[in-house]
């Protein structure tokens, strides 16, 4: 009996083991599938020349998720790799290569313990210089058998970091740090200059390179083209898009491909204004209505044309962005009414007046102005009289009447501040008996204060 109690323990000790086994094998397959080897260069970067003093992380590359750190003018460079499940240990060889004799010699070698096991990353100890170098990574399972078929080897460069100094920036329309969003002379060009200035990445993904933006208080704007870049390393000249530049302070900054970047200070700063920070614009041109809809006028006085007309428009902008300016404004018509019937004729003066919220867009470099206008006011008919034969006249008509207006015009600047205004408005007054439509095509001629 005492045997057969035995040989129920063991088969249970053994059943266990079998399927504890079969665990981690059924772990490692499913780890196997989820890691590949890396055909992707690691990035590590090494600074001799580092001066810090505080703990400052840099982001190195976002393929590799490697980072350096500064402590106290020293070098700390974390090499990690991918998790591959339940490991007992990783075997970790870095080998650098000899240039002179063409060979990888062994620079570290290195057994993870628990901690460096669970989070994947050791702390490369001597750091790194510049150079070419291989790792290989090895993976033991919770039985502490080497898994050949996921050992994981990458080539890799060690790059040199240069941190970027930005000594100077110049917009180079105006030759100092300033940008005026209303001169219609901008060219988007500017200038930088200071030291560690190396071209932007370019397909040869080994070369030192830096990236650059201007950074606002929550976006940054890169430029659209590199126009010229001095052989030292020195001085560059960008073209940027002025329409992705918004009322503000910017600094431009200089990032090293290690995560090194220009200090953030007056030096690196540029301001992104207006030059006026309001426009008054004051307009007054020929103006021909057309009467669309209610036939009382067009009825009594025998036209829906008339010609003689004309308008003048103030509009006081006091809200500018680069994406579009406030305001508002008022704007004034009059019309000359005439016609002869053959018993009588009729005459008469149609005046408007109207206070409107005004919208400006600016487009083409700023030369051209999309107006958008609308707002509440009144209709005044003016002096309608009937003339008959013998000297005989109708009493006089004046009434007032409520209106609305609403039209679309561009501003058309000859130079900075003479523009040429085309457009259309609709204005419709209300009438106990009647709703006047009117339709008014016109153009006119504009200054900007």
Not at 103 to 118: F, K, L, N, P, V
Not at 326 to 347: L, Q, R
Request: include cysteine; charged fraction near 25%.
């Amino acid at each position: 009996m005492e045997r057969i109690k035995s040989f129920r323990t063991f088969f249970r000790i053994f059943a266990f083991f079998i399927f504890a086994f079969a665990f981690s094998v059924n772990s490692f397959a499913a780890g196997k599938k989820k890691t590949k080897k890396s055909d992707k260069n690691a990035y590590v970067f090494y600074d001799e020349n580092s001066e810090a003093t505080d703990i400052e992380e840099m982001e190195v590359d976002k393929i590799s998720g490697q980072k350096q750190t500064e402590i106290q003018n020293e070098i700390v460079q974390p090499f990690a790799w991918e998790n591959a499940g339940d490991v007992l240990y990783y075997e970790i060889l870095i080998e650098k290569f000899n240039d002179e004799s063409e060979q990888w010699e062994e620079y570290i070698y290195h057994e993870t313990d628990e901690e460096e096991t669970e989070e994947c990353v050791i702390y490369l100890n001597p750091v790194l210089s510049p150079g070419k170098y291989r790792s290989t990574i090895k993976i033991y399972n919770i039985l502490g058998v080497l898994e050949e078929e996921m050992t994981q080897v990458a080539e890799f460069p060690v790059l040199q970091a240069f941190k970027p100094e930005i000594r100077n920036v110049t917009y180079s329309l105006y030759m100092r740090p300033l940008i005026y969003l209303d001169d219609i002379d901008n060219d988007g060009i500017i200038e930088i200059e200071g030291q560690n200035l190396f071209m932007p990445q370019t397909d040869n993904q080994y070369e030192a390179y830096t990236e650059y933006y201007l950074q606002g208080r929550a976006f940054k704007i890169r430029p659209t083209e590199i126009i010229s870049h001095d052989d030292r390393n020195r001085k560059l000249t960008f073209q940027f898009d002025m329409r992705t530049l918004d009322v503000g302070n910017y600094h431009f900054v200089a990032k090293d491909a290690s995560g090194l970047h220009s200090d953030i200070n007056t030096a690196s700063e540029l301001t992104v204004k207006f030059k006026k920070v309001v426009d008054l614009d004051v307009s007054a041109g020929y103006l021909c209505p057309v009467i669309l809809h209610d036939d009382t006028l067009p009825t009594y006085m025998g036209s829906r044309v008339w010609p003689l007309s004309a308008q003048a428009r103030i509009s006081f902008m006091f809200f500018k962005r680069s994406w579009g300016y406030f305001g508002a404004g008022v704007k004034a018509t009059a019309t000359m009414m005439k016609h002869k019937f053959e018993y009588y004729s009729i005459d008469g003066n149609l005046f408007s007046g109207y206070g409107m919220f005004v919208y400006q867009l600016p487009m083409f470099k700023r030369r051209v102005l999309l107006d958008l206008h609308i707002g509440p006011g009144v209709t005044f008919y003016n002096n309608f009289v009937f003339h008959f034969s013998n000297n005989l006249d109708s009493p006089p008509l004046n009434t007032l009447s409520i209106s609305a207006n609403a039209g679309l015009s561009a501003q058309i600047y000859i130079n900075k501040r003479l523009f040429i205004e085309p457009g259309c408005d609709y204005q419709v007054t209300f009438n106990s008996d009647s709703n006047l439509g009117i339709i008014g095509p016109f153009v006119g001629v504009g200054w900007q204060f």
